[in-house]
Each structure stands twice: as structure tokens, then as C-alpha cells.
């Protein structure tokens, strides 16, 4: 079975500044990756996600996640952080030919900006 | 397109009284779910249903029951209530059963049990 661990639970950064929250995933294979990000008040956004090929992808918003299957690592980036991007940001992992219903949600990594 | 909506938003119960959640998707999606969120836990999946007439439970599906009547809906009931079940209740969809597929979720029923 999969899991996702997320170290990081709340991380402050200046707007303007680059991020990097982390995600390490635990599973056989390469799985199926996720990054979804919720609002204060909403439900969560998916942001990106990695199936196969370029180990670097682009999401929504301007983040990217760069999959490292050396490190089991799919840690999530963005050059310039935006005040708009404080939120709780959660990584997922799927296993390949399997049912949504297995899909392991992360703990989550909550943002703060500092102005 | 309103995507996936859950009612109500905010709720309080007293322990030992049942409710509904309600939940519905209008983008013909196959697969419903729903997760509760924890502070520190994530998301856990209560109960899904791959197909209208199919649900099946999840992680934690002590408490709660399910039904899928229509492709549209996904109700939720809480039987009777308990103070373990305060918790955030998020209703998702997606287009259908397969672990690629993009998850879309609801906004959220805060639901507190005094």
C-alpha cells in the first residue's frame, strides 16, 4: 500500500520569495502524484499532477513539482510566492491501475505570506 | 456549471441525533465520495460509489451510511451522532473510477456534534 508524508506542517515565506513544500511518498512503483490545494472555506483545487514521462510539471498558478524517484520526492515549487497563495496545500499519491478510492491524501503543509 | 455542491455549509447537532449531508454533481461524473478532514490528518475517505446502485466504504466508514439512487447524488447520513464526528466533510467526484482521474471537491460542511 501507498503513503505520503509531508514534513512540513506550516511554512511562512515573504511575498516575493521562492517556495518548496515537500512531499515523500512511499510505493513499489512509480505512482500517480498530486498536489491539491484548498482555499480558507473551500475544497481542494488540484494544482498538478504526474502520471509518466517529463519528471518536471507545470501546474496551475504558477507552480511546478519536479518528481525524484531516487529521493521518493515530489516537492512542489514556485519561483515568486503571491499573497493570494497562502492556503493548505496537500500531496497525494495513487497507485497505477487502481481505484480512486485508494488514493492517500498527505497531512498537509499550511502557508502562510509574509508581506 | 456548478461542479460538485454540498449542503448545508455549517451545521450543529446534538450527540444521538441523525442528519443528512447532501451532495451533488451535475458533470455526469461515475465515481462519489466522501472524505472527512482532521487537523493533522488529512484527508480520510468515508465511503465511495464507483456507479449509481454501488457504493463500497472507505478508511473510515464507522457511523455513516451511504446510498446512490441517481448519478447525481450522494448522500451521506449520520445515524446517530457523536462528538468524534465533528469534523470537516468534504463530498468529491470524478469522471469515473480510476486512480488517474482528476478528483473535484466541494466546499465544505463544517458539522459540529455538542
Known amino acids: 500500500a501507498q503513503s505520503v508524508t509531508q514534513p512540513d506542517i506550516h511554512i511562512t515565506v515573504s511575498e516575493g520569495a521562492s517556495l518548496e513544500l515537500r512531499c515523500n511518498y512511499s510505493y513499489g512503483a512509480t505512482p500517480y502524484l498530486f498536489w491539491y490545494v484548498q482555499s480558507p472555506g473551500q475544497g481542494l483545487q488540484l494544482l498538478l499532477k504526474?502520471?509518466?514521462?517529463?519528471?518536471l510539471v507545470q501546474g496551475i498558478k504558477g507552480f511546478e513539482a519536479e518528481f525524484k524517484r531516487s529521493q521518493s520526492s515530489f516537492n512542489l515549487r514556485k519561483p515568486s510566492v503571491h499573497w493570494s497563495d497562502a492556503a493548505e496545500y496537500f500531496c497525494a499519491v495513487g497507485a497505477r491501475r487502481s481505484s480512486a478510492s485508494k488514493i492517500i491524501f498527505g497531512s498537509g503543509t499550511r502557508l502562510s505570506i509574509r508581506p | 456549471n456548478a461542479g460538485v455542491t454540498q449542503t448545508p455549509k455549517f451545521q450543529v447537532l446534538k450527540t444521538g441525533q441523525s442528519m443528512t449531508l447532501q451532495c451533488a454533481q451535475d458533470?455526469?461524473?461515475?465515481?462519489m465520495s466522501w472524505y472527512r478532514q482532521d487537523p493533522g490528518m488529512g484527508l480520510r475517505l468515508i465511503h465511495y460509489s464507483v456507479g449509481a446502485g454501488i457504493t463500497d466504504q472507505g478508511e473510515v466508514p464507522n457511523g455513516y451510511n451511504v446510498s446512490r439512487s441517481t448519478t447525481e447524488d450522494f448522500p451521506l447520513r449520520l445515524l446517530s451522532a457523536a462528538p468524534s464526528q465533528t469534523s470537516v466533510y468534504f463530498c468529491a467526484s470524478s469522471y469515473n473510477s480510476l486512480s488517474g482521474n482528476t478528483i473535484y471537491f466541494g466546499e465544505g460542511s463544517w458539522l459540529t456534534v455538542v
Open positions: 458533470m455526469n461524473h461515475e465515481y
Open positions: 504526474y502520471f509518466s514521462g517529463d519528471t
